[in-house]
């Protein structure tokens, strides 16, 4: 077990060896480094074994100035570059805990928002309290976003903080600041192969995907960068979006009511384009059927890109394409036999057996889409 010295007890326990493995991402952060190190250095090493591990995804000099700073560092320093990133920060974070081998990790910015004199209190907070996850929070009492410059930036966080609460309540039960970088967690409590990381808002990955761990939270003043600039922007927000959307469609019937709603926003296109095709005098019968590409076209894009990107399996995309369009037009063929069928077989009258026939060939669309675009 591992113990924070002064808040042990009766004394008795003896922290192991490389009892937390600080996981660091970097992306361009040489100007960061021997300030990061330095404080480590002066508030971990003494009170908790640890090393730290970066994983790196830089252009710039960073990997080569850890490595050189790290000579003079008296615990073990190791970079992960990766030469191919995926998932961003959160899949370099993800890369960190799947190669950890201390029974907890801390994860850490590189550019000194995240105070490294915390870390220590982090570890021995769950150690305590018997958490399997311990967040650091700015939403506590004595907390605060000091380094969060700029109001568009502090609202932002608040909207992305109350989205995810709402959307997550039950697995995000305890934790005040599910979008915080900065947080412990026992190595036992994660399966690396169930996270599908998708950029900046890793805890809410982690707590999402995981369920039920045992949490606990520490407040913490989120400071000014040290050097450098953020490299969050729009494009990091909308990536945000797909990640709620991902997260909240992990589940089948989750995902055929997002599918539905897709199918929904489909009818925008089709119209548009119907329009613009009958006022070329094209016949409204082969423009319908025009039309209704230009809805698929558009279902498909917002399908791969939103529902099923970590779904893609081994198909190419033209494959995919091909089974989509042929799916999604079957969709049309299938549905007069199949209100005739219903008509004459159960005896429906028109309006019912029509909504059944629509109901029924959302379902066969959803679930063939499922098993026969997007299977394993
Ligand atoms: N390896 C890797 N790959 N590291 C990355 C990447 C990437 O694609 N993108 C960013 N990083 C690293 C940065 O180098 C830095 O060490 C850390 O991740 C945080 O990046 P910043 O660009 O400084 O993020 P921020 O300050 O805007 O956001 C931080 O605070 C937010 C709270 O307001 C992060 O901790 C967010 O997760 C947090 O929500
Ligand atoms: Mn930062």
């Given at each position: 077990?591992?113990?924070?010295?002064?808040?042990?007890?009766d004394?008795?326990?003896?922290p192991?060896p490389?009892?937390?493995t600080?996981?660091?991402?970097?992306?361009?952060e040489?100007?960061?480094?021997?300030?990061l190190?330095?404080r480590?250095?002066?508030s971990?090493?003494h009170?908790?074994?640890?090393e730290?591990?970066f994983?790196d995804d830089?252009?710039?000099?960073?990997p080569?100035v850890?490595r050189?700073?790290a000579?003079d560092?008296?615990?073990p320093?190791?970079?992960?570059?990766?030469?191919?990133?995926?998932?961003?920060?959160g899949?370099?974070v993800?890369?960190?805990?799947?190669?950890?081998?201390?029974?907890?990790?801390?994860?850490?910015?590189?550019?000194?928002?995240?105070?490294?004199?915390?870390?220590?209190?982090?570890?021995?907070t769950?150690?305590?309290?018997?958490?399997?996850?311990?967040?650091?929070?700015?939403?506590?009492?004595g907390?605060?976003?000091?380094?969060l410059?700029?109001?568009h930036?502090v609202?932002?966080?608040?909207?992305?903080?109350w989205?995810?609460?709402?959307?997550?309540p039950?697995a995000?039960?305890?934790?005040?600041?599910?979008?915080?970088?900065?947080?412990?967690i026992?190595?036992?409590?994660v399966?690396?192969d169930?996270?599908?990381?998708?950029?900046y808002?890793?805890l809410?990955?982690?707590?999402?995907r995981?369920?039920?761990?045992s949490?606990?939270?520490?407040?913490?003043?989120?400071?000014?960068?040290?050097?450098?600039?953020?490299?969050?922007?729009?494009?990091?927000?909308?990536r945000?979006?797909r990640?709620?959307?991902?997260l909240?469609?992990?589940a089948?019937?989750a995902?055929?009511?997002v599918f539905?709603?897709?199918?929904?926003?489909?009818?925008?296109?089709?119209?548009?384009?119907?329009?613009?095709?009958?006022?070329?005098?094209l016949?409204?019968?082969?423009?319908?059927?025009?039309?209704?590409?230009?809805?698929?076209?558009?279902?498909?894009?917002l399908?791969?890109?939103?529902?099923?990107?970590?779904r893609?399996?081994?198909?190419?995309?033209?494959?995919?394409?091909?089974?989509?369009a042929?799916?999604?037009?079957?969709?049309?063929v299938?549905?007069?036999p199949?209100?005739?069928?219903f008509?004459?077989e159960l005896?429906?009258?028109?309006?019912?057996?029509?909504?059944?026939?629509?109901?029924?060939?959302?379902?066969?669309?959803?679930?063939?889409t499922?098993?026969?675009?997007?299977a394993?």
């Amino acid at each position: 077990m591992t113990v924070h010295p002064e808040t042990e007890l009766d004394g008795a326990e003896v922290p192991e060896p490389g009892a937390v493995t600080i996981v660091v991402p970097t992306f361009n952060e040489q100007d960061n480094i021997a300030e990061l190190l330095y404080r480590v250095t002066e508030s971990v090493p003494h009170r908790l074994p640890c090393e730290v591990l970066f994983v790196d995804d830089s252009t710039d000099e960073t990997p080569r100035v850890i490595r050189e700073i790290a000579q003079d560092c008296p615990f073990p320093v190791t970079v992960l570059h990766r030469d191919e990133p995926t998932g961003g920060l959160g899949g370099a974070v993800v890369a960190g805990i799947r190669a950890a081998t201390s029974d907890w990790v801390v994860v850490m910015d590189g550019d000194l928002q995240h105070p490294p004199s915390l870390v220590p209190e982090l570890v021995a907070t769950g150690e305590q309290e018997g958490a399997q996850l311990v967040v650091a929070s700015r939403y506590l009492p004595g907390g605060s976003r000091a380094g969060l410059s700029g109001g568009h930036r502090v609202a932002v966080s608040r909207a992305s903080t109350w989205l995810a609460k709402g959307l997550f309540p039950r697995a995000l039960r305890g934790i005040s600041d599910p979008m915080s970088g900065f947080f412990a967690i026992r190595r036992a409590a994660v399966h690396p192969d169930a996270l599908k990381p998708l950029g900046y808002k890793i805890l809410l990955e982690l707590a999402v995907r995981t369920g039920r761990l045992s949490v606990a939270e520490v407040p913490f003043v989120f400071q000014e960068r040290h050097a450098g600039e953020s490299k969050s922007g729009l494009r990091e927000g909308l990536r945000y979006l797909r990640h709620l959307v991902e997260l909240r469609t992990a589940a089948p019937l989750a995902r055929m009511l997002v599918f539905g709603l897709i199918g929904l926003t489909g009818f925008v296109p089709n119209l548009l384009a119907l329009s613009a095709l009958t006022h070329t005098g094209l016949h409204y019968l082969p423009a319908e059927v025009l039309a209704n590409q230009a809805g698929v076209a558009w279902n498909f894009l917002l399908i791969e890109g939103l529902l099923f990107r970590t779904r893609r399996g081994h198909r190419h995309w033209a494959d995919r394409t091909a089974r989509f369009a042929l799916l999604a037009n079957a969709d049309l063929v299938l549905r007069i036999p199949l209100i005739a069928l219903f008509v004459r077989e159960l005896g429906l009258a028109v309006l019912p057996a029509t909504a059944l026939a629509l109901v029924t060939t959302f379902v066969l669309r959803f679930a063939g889409t499922e098993a026969l675009v997007y299977a394993k």
